[in-house]
């Protein structure tokens, strides 16, 4: 599995690096590249490849829109607030996604100024160190209420009020930390983000859900 997943990557990230190339072009290379890794009948794996054509165009063809869209740089606010709905079932989904996901990722940092949003309670500041990438406070992205709960809700929550900007060492402790240690944390961007939230559609019917969210052992307060 490991071993696949290593596999697809190293063929995608040749493929990107070709550029855009012609359906044929990218079979023939996508054969190539195998041949790189793996001892294979090359004649035998393009046979397998146009018997199953339909399905290879389509991953063709998403392949080369997500090139052709990168290319056109940041997907802009008025685009995302246009993606309300994405179905993230289908790998074309799931593309359109990460893209919205990456804009939105992006414009969290800059609405924060690249601060923790737990700077204050957390004393954060006194550990911030320079991204060299982008000569900023070094901030991650987290989402508040978890992706995996995104179907709780009936708004989509892939929005910006749901991104939250926190320094390495939070990001870590929100995620990792014992309740007891933590959940002060989640309650302070709650206090924060709930009525944002609430403007967005957005409603955690109480505390105890947003235990959950973070897998309390116990969702009492
Ligand atoms: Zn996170
Ligand atoms: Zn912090």
Redesign the pocket.
């Known amino acids: 599995m490991v071993v696949e997943c290593a596999w697809i990557l190293y063929v995608t990230r040749k493929l990107q690096l070709l550029g855009t190339i012609s359906y044929d072009e990218c079979v023939s290379s996508v054969v190539n590249f195998y041949g790189d890794i793996y001892m294979i009948d090359a004649t035998k794996v393009i046979a397998f490849i146009s018997e199953n054509k339909d399905i290879f165009e389509t991953i063709y063809n998403i392949l080369y829109d997500i090139a052709a869209d990168t290319n056109q740089g940041l997907l802009t606010k008025e685009e995302i607030n246009g993606e309300k709905v994405i179905d993230p079932t289908d790998i074309q989904g799931q593309a359109r996604q990460n893209q919205v996901s990456d804009v939105l990722k992006q414009m969290a940092k800059e609405k924060s100024n690249y601060h923790c949003i737990l700077e204050e309670s957390e004393d954060c500041a006194e550990h911030y160190f320079t991204s060299k990438a982008e000569n900023q406070n070094y901030v991650e992205v987290?989402?508040f209420i978890p992706r995996e709960f995104a179907s709780e809700f009936e708004h989509t929550i892939e929005i910006l009020d749901n991104y939250i900007t926190l320094c390495p060492c939070c990001?870590r402790k929100?995620?990792h930390a014992i309740d007891r240690e933590r959940k002060h944390m989640i309650l302070e961007i709650y206090n924060q983000r709930k009525d944002l939230l609430e403007q967005d559609g957005i409603y955690i019917p109480n505390k105890q859900k947003l235990f959950q969210f973070y897998k309390f052992d116990q969702t009492a307060e």
């Open positions: 987290h989402h990001h929100i995620h």
